[in-house]
């Protein structure tokens, strides 16, 4: 009988730091073609109302070392939703503030499945996770600044995943919406013990910094590359 568990079984079985390096083993392992994925694919189709897309998504691999293999399907109604000169893609399930994703998770030694589960506290992890191994190889050693364009749940993961490889001191973060971007300095600066400066525009978030992190909905572009410095990682 698979086990079934939920976002809050989830946040106390894992921390930070061991996702981090458990995402850090698999892609070690990927690269010697010791773990294999098949990447997402998506089908489209008209949902019920108007200018709204139904989507439904499939990925799945697995590790040898581990003797996992894990397949997450989700599905989203989507729509396009522009605020300002702003265009951002939107999604639900159901109703606008609930998701639907799911992680089905196989013992490649018997074939048993082991588990069912939501992907909402691991999709975080895995996305910011991977984010955090790639700064590690790419990132200078001394980088403690970071340059954050967002400020929605991946911007919180991706802030908490780098300090994991990172002495991180400062994070200036900007988001069109001014409540937004004070409410991440504000919990972020709490969460993570250093300075989370809210600041007036991209190109300040940007500037200075070691590590700049697009974190956002936007389908337009949230930054120019001519503002980019020698040095800097942009994730």
Not at 38 to 58: L, S, T, V
Not at 67 to 93: P, S
Not at 215 to 227: E, G, H, N, R, Y
Request: negative net charge; aromatic residues 6%; proline residues 4%.
């Amino acid at each position: 009988m698979p086990l079934l568990l939920n976002n809050d079984h989830i946040d106390g079985l894992l921390d930070v730091p061991s996702s981090v390096a458990a995402l850090s083993d698999a892609i070690h392992e990927w690269a010697v073609g010791d773990a294999q994925g098949i990447p997402r694919h998506n089908f489209f189709a008209p949902a019920a109302k108007k200018d709204e897309y139904f989507q439904f998504g499939i990925m799945s691999g697995g590790s040898k070392r581990s003797q996992f293999f894990c397949l997450r399907i989700l599905d989203d109604i989507l729509h396009y939703q522009r605020v300002g000169d702003g265009l951002t893609r939107e999604k639900y399930a159901v109703e606008p503030g609930t998701y639907c994703g799911l992680l089905m998770l196989f013992s490649t030694a018997n074939a048993e499945m082991l588990s069912i589960m939501p992907d909402g506290a691991i999709q975080h992890l895995r996305v910011a996770g991977e984010t955090a191994v790639g700064v590690d190889i790419l990132a200078k050693k001394s980088a403690s600044t970071i340059g954050m364009l967002g400020s929605g749940g991946m911007a919180r993961s991706f802030a908490e995943c780098i300090s994991v490889v990172r002495d991180i001191r400062l994070i200036k973060v900007f988001s069109p919406t001014k409540d937004h971007r004070e409410e991440y300095a504000r919990d972020m600066s709490a969460k993570l013990g250093i300075d989370v400066v809210a600041v007036e525009s991209p190109e300040e978030a940007v500037a200075g910094t070691d590590i700049v992190c697009l974190c956002t909905a936007s389908l337009k572009p949230v930054m120019s590359t001519d503002w980019l410095e020698p040095g800097q990682l942009v994730a």
